[in-house]
């Protein structure tokens, strides 16, 4: 009857999720769900459920350390870089002591009724849990939607600024312009004129603003002039699309159809999130990264989506912890 349950909720949580991406696949929420439904996947074929935030918990906790690493080399011992190690290592100890501590698995722990000890170690094995699964969500979530295929005919392209390597443009931000430039001609063959908006602001250590250097890297690749509205005050994502939206609206473009955002892979999905909350029609698209700067910089795109939904990051955390206080409770030895 359990495995016929589980199968029932799979089916109910993929239906939910299919019917919000055809909505609007811009939502994290459809990540929770596919989570949700690989979860009771996991349960229906005998799986223990502490399993999948086990994993999910060790992948995060080696992404922390190497992105902690990584940086470390070439920006030195600052606190965001030791911050980042030091917490990576925090949670491959917690899964890696409570794996131990429970030995061959909580379910068979607690089908023989655990000890103090025993105990312990599943509550230290849930306490990576919650970000972990928020991880496991939001990476589904944006491999998902980087499945969606872009509307046709955007009122105009925008392009994210990424930041100028000696008042040059370089190859990450190459990489974008040549996508956004690749999406303006496609449109201008099928006979649809649209503008494209380089966007982003000068750095303190810059000589220009990167919209500058954007538009004079369009044009030397074959972009006219007058299909390029230069944005060059941004300093954020949000600023980016906020400010780009107030040049299409002066130009009277600015709720003519959607736009097309193009940015890294590794940012659509953040990127499409942003643009939802301060309601902003996009579908946002990305140009290819270096496969080795992927995973760091994945990991604070993560970081930074959970700044978005603060509250429903607490209420969730709130949620797991009451979880892992219950199964203690349930499980302690009478």
Known sequence: MRPA?????????LGLAVHLARADPRRWRIGVLLLGA?????????????????????VLGLLFVGNGLRLLRPQGRGPTNV???LLGIAILTATAVGTGIVGSGAAGAIAAVPTGPEVLGIVVLLLPGYPALAFGSFALY????????????PAAVVVLGSGLVGGTVPQLLAHRLDAAADAWRAERDRGHECLLVPSGGQGDDEPMSEGMAMTAYLMAHGIPQASVATEDRA?????????????????GIGDA??????????HVGRAALLARRLGIDADVTGGPTAWYFVPSAFVREFLAA?????RTNLAGL????AWTAWLAYAVLPV
Do not use: F, K
Not at 41 to 47: D, H, I, K, Q, Y
Not at 145 to 151: G, K, P, T
């Open 257 to 266: 159809g959607p736009l097309r955002v193009v940015t890294s892979n590794y």
């Open 235 to 251: 300093t954020t994502t949000e600023e980016n699309l906020l400010l780009s939206r107030e040049i299409l609206r002066s130009r």
């Open 142 to 153: 944006c491999l998902t939607y980087r499945r969606h295929r872009a509307r046709a005919e």
């Open 38 to 58: 690989l979860w009771a996947v996991l349960s229906a074929v005998g799986v223990d459920v502490l399993v999948l935030p086990q994993v999910l918990s060790v």
């Open 306 to 310: 959970l700044t978005l939904h603060p």
């Open 318 to 321: 709130g949620v797991w912890a």
């Open 83 to 85: 911050l980042a190690l």
């Open 5 to 13: 349950l589980d199968l029932l909720l799979v089916v109910a949580l």
